[in-house]
């Protein structure tokens, strides 16, 4: 806390804002949709009751009500995603901050934090993991995603009001000492064109691109 940090802009107000207008995955970019399919392939069959914290516009949510039989509970600051939840999937969802997660000790098989973690102060996620950390049960799952690489120092605003820079080692280390062993990842590129052949090459000719996101899959120790 003694350290300087980026402005944090999240509001539940910005965040309305964003989600006025409904989307649906399939009307994302690839990498999203990618993105969001790996997280989806991370949750095993047999998970009974899984939370998603900062659920936003419900991409995850549109594959695991069709083909999974899990018990959905999903968070979210802004009042318009979780209206929109609740129209449109059965499952336990309300407004709340991730700082103040309500559950008991050991009470989720899978926790899934999506595109969330950027949006930390590095002051705050130590004391955000440990609580996630307490509602996962043992060899629970825990499934991330976060952007990587993104050099926010040297853009001019922050639309997307991220306050944390991660790269792989860095969002790896922080899972690791929070007490999550980290079993799998994906990293994934943002092409805007050529999506499926440029995913291709970057597999082969591995320095060609940086990285711009990544997928963990991470256990509970």
Request: with cysteine; glycine share 4%.
């Amino acid at each position: 806390s003694k350290f300087p940090e980026i402005k944090d802009l999240n509001t539940p107000k910005l965040w309305d804002t964003k989600f006025k207008a409904s989307s649906t995955l399939d009307e994302q970019d690839e990498m999203t949709q990618d993105r969001v399919r790996t997280a989806f392939s991370y949750i095993t069959k047999n998970s009974k009751r899984l939370l998603d914290i900062g659920a936003g516009q419900g991409f995850l949510e549109e594959l695991v009500s069709k083909m999974l039989n899990t018990e959905m509970y999903a968070t979210d600051f802004s009042k318009i995603s979780i209206g929109s939840l609740k129209r449109r999937f059965k499952g336990n969802f309300k407004v709340e901050s991730l700082y103040r997660l309500r559950y008991k000790k050991n009470f989720f098989d899978t926790i899934c934090i999506l595109e969330v973690l950027e949006h930390i102060p590095p002051s705050k996620i130590f004391i955000f993991l440990k609580k996630v950390n307490f509602i996962l049960k043992q060899r629970g799952m825990l499934i991330v995603s976060v952007p990587m690489d993104e050099n926010l120092e040297k853009m001019e605003d922050n639309p997307s009001g991220h306050v944390r820079d991660y790269t792989r080692n860095t969002i790896i280390s922080e899972l690791e000492n929070s007490g999550f062993k980290v079993v799998k990842y994906k990293e994934l590129y943002a092409f805007s064109e050529n999506y499926i052949l440029k995913k291709f090459i970057a597999k082969i000719l591995k320095n060609k691109w940086k990285p711009n996101n990544i997928v963990i899959k991470a256990i509970k120790r």
